[in-house]
């Protein structure tokens, strides 16, 4: 793996639970100490396995363009698209949300516009809620840097969850679950 440094978060006997941040490949793994080494054995990093929900190249006309598919909308100010690039919209399949509740359920998509990720103006996503959504919906999107879920300012406007975002990356909306409280109402 090139020595590139894991975070172990916990050792059982059984396995061992790490971060492993963006950028990590696969190869053998060596646990590191004061007086020696372990080879621990091989990790294998398999990519987020993908749907290809939408596709269509668009191209910048000095306006504002507004990109619709069956679930998700995406619009871009005037001028922040540069040149004509194509556009992907893709579902993440069984997204692994780990600094988030184990409450917490939801659908997880990526964006993308082939190699432009950052924009100088705010971009809206509109993610359209399905009927059997329950919960306030929350939207994140994954931090490389950090190998995080972060959230994004969004808000609900008929049925439609609204995500404001200055890149894209993927994305994951999640709902909080049930609220499950005591007889006193706490």
Not at 52 to 65: K, N
Not at 112 to 141: C, N, V, W
Request: charged share 25%.
């Amino acid at each position: 793996m090139n020595d590139q440094e894991l975070i172990i978060n916990a050792v059982t006997d059984t396995s061992i639970d790490l971060l492993i941040t963006h950028g990590v490949s696969s190869g053998e793994v060596k646990l590191n100490f004061i007086d020696g080494e372990i080879i621990a054995g091989y990790l294998e990093i398999k990519a987020q396995e993908k749907i290809l929900l939408h596709e269509e190249v668009i191209e910048s006309t000095g306006e504002q363009v507004i990109v619709e598919s069956d679930e998700i909308d995406i619009i871009f100010p005037e001028n922040v698209v540069e040149g004509r690039k194509t556009l992907k919209i893709e579902s993440l399949l069984e997204p692994n949300p780990i600094n988030l509740p184990l409450s917490v359920t939801g659908e997880a998509f990526s964006i993308t516009l082939e190699d432009q990720h950052k924009f100088e103006g705010m971009l809206t996503i509109k993610y359209r809620m399905p009927p059997e959504s329950f919960g306030e919906p929350s939207a994140a999107y994954f931090n490389e840097a950090s190998s995080l879920w972060e959230t994004l300012p969004s808000e609900v406007i008929n049925g439609e969850l609204l995500i404001y975002t200055n890149h894209l990356t993927d994305f994951f909306v999640f709902y909080w679950g049930e609220a499950i409280y005591s007889d006193d109402g706490y």
